[in-house]
């Protein structure tokens, strides 16, 4: 394989990787940001299964914010971990339990980003899992950058059979 080729390779690698790490920090902080969010009332106006098979929850809310009505479905900002929900006081929440907990027309408590209200949760303090994300992330670059550094495979040639 032509060295330019292997160098491309790591480089695409090394930018997948980049997303990845940005992807995880913006989660992190999003998630660290909505604790911190205020919070109005609003009522659930679905509340179904959306996914049998992996059993995913599908949750919307309408809520009024300086006289706008918003409509959301995000639940929190976060990953799932098996299935469920961790809060960061430890409890989990199962996504089969979201439809009994939400069902349509209750009144619940909604945490909005007062910069965007359109961005709002049910849960404002969830484990976010951003620094797993962002450490799988660096391996990525981490291992494109060592295959661009000199003697990587990026530089070795690949020998033929005769």
Avoid: C
């Avoid at 799932?80 to 027309?105: H, M, T």
């Amino acid at each position: 394989m032509r060295v330019w080729m292997k160098v491309v390779g790591l480089l695409t690698f090394m930018a997948v990787g980049a997303g990845i790490v940005w992807f995880g920090k913006d989660m992190r902080s999003q998630s660290r940001m909505a604790q911190t969010w205020p919070e109005t009332r609003g009522t659930i106006i679905r509340s179904q299964w959306w996914n049998f098979e992996r059993e995913e929850a599908d949750i919307a809310y309408h809520f009024d914010v300086d006289g706008q009505t918003f409509v959301s479905d995000q639940v929190f900002i976060g990953t799932l971990e098996n299935g469920r929900i961790v809060l960061q006081s430890g409890r989990k929440v199962y996504q089969y339990q979201l439809l009994d907990r939400f069902p349509v027309g209750k009144q619940v408590t909604v945490f909005y980003d007062p910069d965007e209200p359109e961005n709002a949760v049910l849960f404002s303090s969830v484990e976010s899992h951003g620094d797993i994300i962002t450490y799988f992330g660096l391996a990525f670059v981490l291992v494109g950058g060592i295959g661009l550094l000199p003697g990587g495979a990026a530089w070795k040639q690949s020998k033929r059979k005769a």
